[in-house]
């Protein structure tokens, strides 16, 4: 499918140059109550308002739109292989459970404006909920299932919601844990409380229910099952949510996004970027407390008019075949999944892969965290199909760098996340001077020349002055959106993206990108996985130093195999990027600290290794991982 007849590079310049004139077009792939009058507003830099005069509801464009065409069509799939269920809702089912959900929230309390704070496991409910709050004006704050008390407190706090929807517990390999306690416990320690809390009773975990604060929403639903609630057209650019990063640099940013730019910029990315028909079926694995969640779980599957898949539970259980028995099942087309959940499946037997008829797929696009040549390599080899990076943050809503197959095919690059997509003017900026470097092959900051394209965050979450200071003014001299990436891109525009800023290492004047080295090393056929974090030095400044899960831990159980591994690691680094580059030591864990999203916390491996407080670890997934790391260096002190 061709949407430009003239290429990518000419719709990519339309979209810088010709700016209005080309999102006026796209605006149109959308519904709107009032058509925009200005398209893009940037009087007042960085701040930028798209569509601005517009009115709309992004529930109207995911659901109701199709409900006369699609009715009885699939809109949402939700597996759970933690319970052993599996229910789909047709998109008219789906209209009447938003509905019933919108309808309770009104009758507890809700207003257009109000924030709904979403602490959910990954079921059905958490995506009525998600789509009751836009239908209806107010603004949902998800929080990832199961953080600590602690960390949901400090949201609490922050989006002072009217309303907090949960559930009783979720699951994971099989364990349950239970949410309840947790949400209380986040309560009594937040400043805000309130007004209601609503409970999806999965009968899971025994769930306290406090008289006149807490609502079971089996019961509720019952009251409104015949429930109407029109969308509310609300300005475009009118809150749909907000959303944390993921932390994996230090205190996550609430990023607050608008309702028009959203859904034009994920309508247009289903045409171009992941190119869809209405009808296909869409199988994203990563959750809604996340980005991706958001845009690719729930909204732009839903805005093409797709089948979506939300799925509770592991890769790898009841086995490493799960997912590909849901895409033969589900015919599934499009697959969105992360390098560190391909990872997991490279560990595990190759026959799962060869179990199932997965000719449906298309594609398999992956984001998150940089792709590495022998995952890519592996993946791609299995599936047989294209395996496409793409390269984004919490901030953007929708990919940076990638390839826009929908516009015009484009050859993946190894190891690349691609080109620039349309509606980014992206840049290479030299840290030091504030210049642009325009040659192939410098190394420089990723950064964007605002306006930013819709979609992207508006401000920080009631902090215009974080937004600013924290995004537009790291870059000596110039008003430009630093993505605190580190990035080199070829004569062909395809970029490389070389680790985060504070990632880069400085061993004695050498400038080196941590993800060069940990590529490296990958590479070695006896690691798994490896993160590489840059250490103070007295001597050198910094030093390397490499974290890596050994593929056989047999192989490092005895001192002399650990250093024959270790010494064959740092030859690896000798003989392809030099001896600046070869880390001082090689640790061999079991696993490597990472946030809930997957992301390796590399600033906290780097804080232990030089004994410093490792800051906010509120997102971190598994405390062992950084036990496991001070145990080491404390033995080799
Ligand atoms: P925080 O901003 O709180 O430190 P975070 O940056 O990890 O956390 P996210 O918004 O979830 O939060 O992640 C975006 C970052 O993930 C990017 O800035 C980049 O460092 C990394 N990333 C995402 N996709 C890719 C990719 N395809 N290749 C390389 N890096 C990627
Ligand atoms: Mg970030």
Request: glycine content about 8%; overall charge negative.
């Amino acid at each position: 499918m061709t949407t430009n007849p003239t290429g990518f590079a000419e719709f990519h310049r339309r979209s810088i140059e010709d700016r209005d004139a080309f999102w006026a077009e796209q605006a149109r792939l959308i519904d709107w109550q009032q058509p925009p009058q200005v398209i893009c507003d940037y009087n007042n830099p960085p701040f930028a308002q798209w569509f601005v005069g517009g009115t709309t509801n992004l529930c109207h464009n995911a659901v109701d739109r199709h409900v006369a065409s699609r009715g009885a069509q699939n809109a949402l799939v939700a597996i759970s292989t933690e319970t052993n269920s599996e229910r789909a809702y047709t998109y008219a089912e789906l209209h009447a459970e938003v509905q019933r959900m919108a309808a309770v929230l009104k009758s507890l309390g809700v207003q257009q404006g109000d924030r709904v704070l979403i602490y959910m496991p990954m079921v059905a409910e958490a995506a009525f909920a998600m789509l009751a709050c836009v239908r209806i004006g107010a603004i949902h704050s998800v929080v990832f299932g199961g953080f600590a008390s602690s960390s949901l407190a400090s949201r609490i706090e922050d989006a002072e919601p009217t309303v907090i929807v949960s559930a009783d517990a979720g699951s994971r390999g099989g364990r349950v844990v239970a949410y309840k306690p947790l949400l209380d416990e986040a309560i009594e320690l937040s400043a805000h409380k309130p007004a209601a809390v609503l409970l999806v009773d999965r009968g899971l975990a025994p769930a306290a229910m406090r008289a006149g604060r807490d609502h079971d929403w089996a019961a509720l639903r019952e009251r409104h099952l015949h429930a109407q609630v029109p969308c509310v057209w609300v300005e475009s650019t009118h809150p749909s949510y907000t959303l944390y990063t993921s932390g994996t640099t230090g205190r996550p940013k609430g990023v607050q996004r608008d309702t028009g730019g959203y859904t034009v910029a994920l309508a247009c990315s289903m045409r171009t970027i992941f190119p869809a028909q209405p009808g296909d079926t869409y199988f994203c694995t990563s959750d809604i407390g996340w980005v991706v969640g958001h845009s690719y779980i729930i909204y732009a599957p839903l805005i093409a008019g797709m089948t979506t898949i939300l799925y509770e539970g592991l890769p790898i259980r009841p086995d490493a075949g799960i997912w590909w028995s849901i895409v033969e099942k589900y015919q599934v087309t499009h697959m969105f999944s992360a390098p560190t959940a391909v990872r997991v499946l490279k560990k595990q037997d190759p026959a799962y892969l060869k179990k199932y008829d997965i000719s449906s797929l298309k594609a398999l696009w992956l984001a998150g965290e940089p792709l590495d040549e022998p995952t890519a390599t592996w993946i791609s080899g299995a599936l047989g199909v294209p395996i496409i990076d793409n390269y984004w943050q919490t901030e953007t809503g929708w990919p940076i760098l990638t390839l826009c197959n929908g516009v015009e095919q484009q050859p993946s690059r190894f190891g690349s996340p691609g080109k620039a997509v349309y509606g980014y003017d992206v840049k290479l900026i030299d840290e030091a001077t504030g210049e642009e470097l325009t040659g192939p092959h410098q190394k420089g900051v990723v950064a964007i020349e605002g306006p930013l394209p819709p979609g992207c965050l508006q401000t920080v979450w009631r902090n215009d002055e974080r937004f600013v200071n924290t995004y537009w003014k790291s870059i000596p001299g110039r008003l430009i959106y630093s993505t605190f990436d580190w990035g080199v891109r070829d004569e062909d525009g395809y970029y490389f993206i070389l680790g985060r800023t504070d990632d880069v290492i400085n061993v004695a004047g050498h400038r080196l990108g941590t993800r060069e080295i940990e590529e490296c090393i990958a590479g070695h056929p006896g690691i798994a996985e490896v993160a590489v974090v840059g250490v103070a030095d007295p001597v050198k400044g910094q030093v390397a130093m490499a974290f890596a899960v050994p593929r056989d831990a047999a192989a490092v159980a005895d001192e002399a195999g650990r250093q024959a591994l270790e010494a064959e690691v740092m030859k690896q680094v000798d003989g392809n990027l030099g001896a600046v580059a070869r880390p001082s030591r090689v640790l061999f864990v079991s696993l490597l600290p990472k946030t809930r999203s997957g992301k390796l916390l590399r600033r906290a491996l780097q804080a232990v290794a030089e004994r410093r407080d490792p800051g906010d670890l509120t997102t971190m997934e598994d405390p062992g991982a950084l036990q496991q790391v001070t145990a080491l260096l404390g033995g080799a002190a």
